[in-house]
């Protein structure tokens, strides 16, 4: 690369150079024209020209008087060195020398950031097996809780069976329903035999449905759902009290009171009986207290007579909910006694007789 012309930095001039140059300054004569054409520039090999530049004097001389000497540096200080400290290259040679005591005392510090430090690359590279383990472990824990739990609950005498109590019968005495299942007293709750429970209460024919319920830790309820009779079918021993399945509940020689007579061709459980029940069980209980017979010659001819005479033509048992509701307005609007039949076999266009 060439340098600009006329820009190359001069040297600094010497007091004997300077000298000198004061010297060849003065003009002489024949000298003077040979000293110019050696003052003349020069080129280098870069053809260049260059030309010395001369400072003043003066300024060689201020120049040279303001630089100061230069005073070398003073090393700085350093801490006294520790028994404990061990011997560095920067320490200085009056540092105290690393005793046999706090070099026991170094190898152990660093024995034990050691061990850490591998304990902890071991706990960062084994995260995933330690998190698999404590699930395992965490489920076999609530496994065992809840097996021990069962174990418990089930073989414990503190679920033995103490108490049983028995809810809504009225026709069945409860003693006796407590007594037929006395045999299950001392059971634990859970190992309670309801297949017992449902052959002791079959016994009582009276009882058409029962749900048992267990309370810890000793009580078993039974809840009751009697049958409910609906009427009295003629035997040839006299009269039997039934429901609506044509289950006896009970017999006697006389007409149970209150209850109406059912008539059909086949007897209790035949389709005619079935369909008087459901009529019998359709009807309001202020119209049930006023029936005195039903009459069931077939399935679509159910036939009512109420106390006093009055006969009611029912038909099937279809619509019975609707038909009970239309006989109970007749019978409001024309009591018994005033009328001799009433027809609602068609409940859209009931007649009066």
Do not use: C
């Given at each position: 690369?060439?340098?600009?012309?006329?820009?190359?930095?001069?040297?600094?001039?010497?007091?004997?150079?300077?000298?000198?140059?004061?010297?060849?300054?003065?003009?002489?004569?024949?000298?003077?024209?040979?000293?110019?054409?050696?003052?003349?520039?020069?080129?280098g090999p870069d053809d260049?020209?260059?030309?010395?530049?001369?400072?003043?004097?003066?300024?060689?001389?201020?120049?040279?008087?303001?630089?100061?000497?230069?005073?070398?540096?003073?090393?700085?200080?350093?801490?006294?060195?520790?028994?404990?400290?061990?011997?560095?290259?920067?320490?200085?040679?009056?540092?105290?020398?690393?005793?046999?005591?706090?070099?026991?005392?170094?190898?152990?510090?660093?024995?034990?950031?050691?061990?850490?430090?591998?304990?902890?690359?071991?706990?960062?590279?084994?995260?995933?097996?330690?998190?698999?383990?404590?699930?395992?472990?965490?489920?076999?824990?609530?496994?065992?809780?809840?097996?021990?739990?069962?174990?418990?609950?089930?073989?414990?005498?503190?679920?033995?069976?103490?108490?049983?109590?028995?809810?809504?019968?009225?026709?069945?005495?409860?003693?006796?329903?407590?007594?037929?299942?006395?045999?299950?007293?001392?059971?634990?709750?859970?190992?309670?035999?309801?297949?017992?429970?449902?052959?002791?209460?079959?016994?009582?024919?009276?009882?058409?449905?029962y749900v048992t319920e267990?309370?810890?830790?000793?009580?078993?309820?039974?809840?009751?759902?009697?049958?409910?009779?609906?009427?009295?079918?003629?035997?040839?021993?006299?009269?039997?009290?039934?429901?609506?399945?044509?289950?006896?509940?009970?017999?006697?020689?006389?007409?149970?009171?209150?209850?109406?007579?059912?008539?059909?061709?086949?007897?209790?459980?035949?389709?005619?009986?079935?369909?008087?029940?459901?009529?019998?069980?359709?009807?309001?209980?202020?119209?049930?207290?006023?029936?005195?017979?039903?009459?069931?010659?077939?399935?679509?001819?159910?036939?009512?007579?109420?106390?006093?005479?009055?006969?009611?033509?029912?038909?099937?048992?279809?619509?019975?909910?609707?038909?009970?509701?239309?006989?109970?307005?007749?019978?409001?609007?024309?009591?018994?006694?005033?009328?001799?039949?009433?027809?609602?076999?068609?409940?859209?266009?009931?007649?009066?007789?």
């Amino acid at each position: 690369m060439r340098r600009p012309q006329g820009f190359d930095q001069p040297t600094a001039p010497t007091p004997e150079s300077a000298g000198s140059s004061a010297k060849s300054a003065k003009p002489a004569g024949r000298g003077g024209r040979r000293s110019a054409r050696s003052a003349a520039p020069t080129r280098g090999p870069d053809d260049t020209s260059t030309e010395p530049i001369a400072l003043p004097t003066a300024v060689q001389t201020a120049t040279t008087s303001t630089i100061a000497p230069v005073r070398p540096l003073r090393p700085p200080r350093q801490a006294p060195a520790t028994p404990d400290t061990p011997a560095t290259a920067d320490t200085p040679a009056t540092a105290t020398p690393l005793t046999p005591a706090g070099a026991r005392r170094k190898f152990r510090a660093a024995r034990r950031a050691r061990k850490l430090y591998e304990r902890e690359e071991v706990r960062r590279f084994t995260w995933r097996s330690r998190r698999r383990r404590n699930i395992w472990f965490a489920s076999l824990g609530v496994a065992a809780t809840l097996a021990a739990f069962v174990l418990v609950g089930v073989y414990s005498p503190l679920m033995a069976l103490k108490t049983i109590e028995v809810v809504g019968a009225s026709r069945v005495p409860a003693d006796q329903i407590q007594a037929a299942l006395g045999e299950q007293l001392g059971t634990p709750l859970p190992l309670v035999d309801f297949s017992l429970v449902k052959t002791e209460l079959s016994q009582f024919t009276l009882i058409r449905s029962y749900v048992t319920e267990s309370r810890p830790p000793g009580t078993l309820v039974v809840r009751i759902i009697e049958r409910e009779p609906i009427g009295a079918v003629v035997t040839p021993a006299g009269f039997d009290l039934v429901d609506a399945a044509g289950v006896v509940i009970q017999s006697g020689a006389e007409r149970p009171a209150g209850y109406a007579t059912i008539q059909a061709r086949a007897g209790a459980g035949s389709p005619g009986f079935r369909a008087a029940a459901a009529v019998v069980t359709a009807l309001p209980e202020g119209i049930r207290s006023q029936l005195d017979t039903v009459t069931a010659a077939t399935v679509d001819d159910v036939t009512l007579t109420l106390v006093g005479g009055a006969r009611v033509v029912w038909g099937s048992a279809e619509k019975s909910d609707y038909k009970a509701v239309v006989l109970a307005a007749l019978v409001v609007s024309h009591p018994v006694g005033s009328v001799g039949e009433y027809d609602v076999s068609s409940p859209d266009s009931a007649v009066l007789r």
